[in-house]
């Protein structure tokens, strides 16, 4: 098959040579003359849309000779975004004897794939392969711009078949120069660049320190908007292939969507935070906030979807958000907010670069020096006026800070007089309210009781009178039986009327006994008995115990039985005993009641 195809590949060229050239004499070729060390070759080339993609050279070389290929329209190379391969052919003539050796240059960095094949008269075809789905390695020399080293033998006629196939734009401007030429073009736009990006880089530092001094939203997001559109440029102008992926063309396709979609949400969280749109265009800050919603969506799904979907969705989006922030800044500059002025007017220089890049990109504008690089011009100016239009904003912030500062003081001073009155008449207020407020943090809110904290303190001083008389304290620990079960059935309302109930008739069993009663916390319930020997504290504690399962808890519609197991203490006179002692004594005495199958009394002795 291999040597079927090569002879019939070989037929083809002959029968190309063999044909006359007469539908390409509307297609001078291009002589190349002493002083003449860079030329254009739009006026020179003939094209042709594959398509499919399925032609071989041999089938390009035959359609040329058959008058197949059309001047380029208007002398123009950029077509958009396009299927299919495009082909491109041009005759050339070295007529410089000192020039043997020329540059043939792609002046578009972002082609798939570049193919060159050069025939010389007699019929040798050499190819050369280029593109940013080949290494970075496979360029004659090494620059953003795809190029081949072409070697013209003075006074022949060699023809240049171009083969072009991407899912970028189509925009094939080449040109053909000496060696010297080339050198010399390429320091000049590294020159340019350079100062591009230095521009970009002295931005970006000003603003980072101003942005850690003040801490101000706007100063970061102005920071990701500028490094974002730097990377993007960086990425259409060739060199983050040539510099940061040189072997990945993966990469190559992936961050040219991904870093516009980067740029467009910085662009327009920088534009919501400045135009302050939260505050002054409520309406226009839902629409900032979709767009950035779908600007993430966007840069995500470019990881994934084709090039030659995500890459003409993110081109068209640029105008849309770009064409978007210019709006919302009308609205605002109409409402009055001055800084916004000269937002706009940095804004239409970002635009119109930007406009013009775009149109080109989907071949609606030719492409020019002030198409080509109208974005890094508009852009740079952008910067500029927009680190202004931040140092006038954060101007116009402080005055505004000084004017309320004045006015609060002024009304601080007439406020005094009047707050000095108010505050004398609240200070007699809030002695009463301190009587109150004393007797309230003593009280558990639920049931009215007394809380635990002041428990401990009261029990505490009682000890010590049981002392000094010589007379015992008992301790009782209270706990309601299966209340969580309560709870879980019935909710926390009703559990909560069961603890006032609980409450109730518990303080009404001990009203004659001169008894200190508090909720000890959750179910439970602590009862201090002054005068109280263990044989007088087991009589109060069954009468606690009987009082609850006698009387069970109407409440919310329901009829619920209550009942607790008790843990007695008894302190003596004369014995030494601290109240965390006693209360750690009775609580085993109740966990004892509980574990005999709960509704009980259990004294210390018993559960000893």
């Given at each position: 098959m291999r040597s079927e195809r090569m002879l019939a590949w070989l037929a083809a060229l002959l029968l190309a040579a063999a044909l006359p050239c007469a539908a390409q004499a509307a297609l001078p070729a291009l002589e190349l003359t002493p002083g003449h060390d860079e030329v254009q070759l739009s006026p020179y080339v003939g094209y042709r849309q594959d398509a499919g993609a399925v032609d071989e050279p041999a089938d390009a070389f035959r359609r040329v000779a058959m008058g197949e290929f059309a001047p380029l329209p208007d002398g123009q190379s950029e077509f958009g975004f396009q299927p299919g391969a495009y082909w491109f052919h041009a005759t050339v003539r070295n007529g410089n004897d000192a020039e043997t050796r020329w540059v043939l240059v792609q002046q578009y960095a972002l082609s798939d794939f570049f193919d060159l094949y050069?025939?010389?008269?007699?019929?040798?075809v050499v190819h050369h392969a280029s593109g940013d789905h080949r290494p970075f390695s496979a360029r004659s020399i090494?620059?953003?711009?795809?190029?081949?080293?072409?070697?013209?033998?003075?006074?022949?006629?060699?023809?240049?078949?171009?083969?072009v196939q991407s899912e970028s734009s189509m925009q094939v401007p080449l040109a053909i120069m000496t060696q010297t030429a080339f050198a010399e073009l390429a320091r000049d736009a590294q020159f340019a660049i350079g100062i591009y990006y230095g521009i970009l880089l002295a931005l970006f530092f000003y603003n980072l320190v101003l942005w850690l001094m003040l801490r101000d939203s706007s100063y970061f997001w102005y920071l990701f908007h500028l490094s974002a559109f730097g990377m993007v440029l960086f990425t259409l102008n060739g060199l983050?292939?040539?510099?940061?992926?040189?072997?990945?063309?993966?990469?190559?396709?992936?961050s040219v969507p991904l870093s516009i979609c980067l740029a467009l949400i910085g662009m327009q969280q920088f534009a919501r935070t400045f135009l302050e749109l939260g505050k002054r265009f409520p309406r226009g800050n839902i629409v900032s906030l979709a767009l950035i919603g779908f600007f993430v969506l966007l840069g995500i799904a470019s990881l994934w979807l084709p090039y030659r979907i995500a890459t003409p969705l993110a081109a068209r989006v640029v105008l849309v958000g770009v064409l978007w922030i210019a709006v919302?800044?009308?609205?605002?500059?109409?409402?009055?907010?001055?800084?916004?002025?000269?937002?706009?007017?940095?804004?239409?220089?970002?635009?119109?670069?930007?406009?013009?890049f775009t149109l080109v990109a989907f071949g609606a504008l030719p492409k020019t020096f002030y198409t080509e690089y109208g974005v890094q011009i508009g852009s740079a100016l952008e910067m500029l006026l927009l680190s202004v239009a931040l140092g006038n904003r954060y101007a116009s912030l402080r005055r505004e800070n000084e004017r309320i500062v004045s006015d609060a003081n002024q009304k601080l001073e007439r406020k005094v007089a009047q707050r000095t009155r108010e505050v004398r008449a609240a200070l007699v207020q809030l002695e009463e309210a301190h009587g109150r407020l004393r007797d309230s943090s003593r009280r558990d809110g639920l049931t009215g009781l007394y809380n635990r904290t002041y428990f401990h303190e009261m029990f505490e001083k009682m000890l010590v009178d049981g002392q000094q008389s010589h007379r015992a304290v008992s301790l009782l620990m209270i706990d309601l039986d299966h209340f969580k079960a309560i709870n879980d059935r019935y909710g926390h309302l009703v559990g909560d009327d069961c603890l006032r109930f609980t409450a109730q008739r518990i303080g009404k069993v001990l009203r004659a006994h001169d008894a200190l009663l508090a909720r000890f916390g959750g179910e439970e319930f602590v009862?201090?008995?002054?005068?109280?020997?263990?044989h007088d504290a087991v009589e109060v504690a069954e009468a606690l115990r009987r009082s609850l399962v006698e009387s069970p808890c109407g409440t919310q519609g329901h009829s619920i039985r209550i009942s607790a197991s008790v843990g007695v203490h008894t302190i003596p006179p004369g014995s030494i005993d601290s109240i965390d002692s006693a209360l750690e004594i009775a609580?085993?005495?109740?966990?004892?009641?509980?574990a005999n199958g709960r509704d009980c009394v259990k004294t210390s002795i018993t559960a000893a």
């Open positions: 050069v025939r010389y008269p007699d019929g040798r090494r620059d953003r711009h795809p190029n081949f080293l072409l070697d013209l033998p003075p006074g022949q006629p060699v023809e240049l078949l171009v083969r983050g292939f040539e510099y940061l992926w040189p072997d990945s063309a993966w990469w190559a396709d992936k919302a800044g009308i609205v605002v500059v109409r409402r009055g907010y001055v800084p916004a002025r000269l937002f706009m007017l940095a804004w239409a220089m970002f635009l119109l670069g930007t406009t013009m009862v201090g008995l002054p005068n109280h020997d263990l609580d085993r005495a109740l966990y004892a009641a509980k």
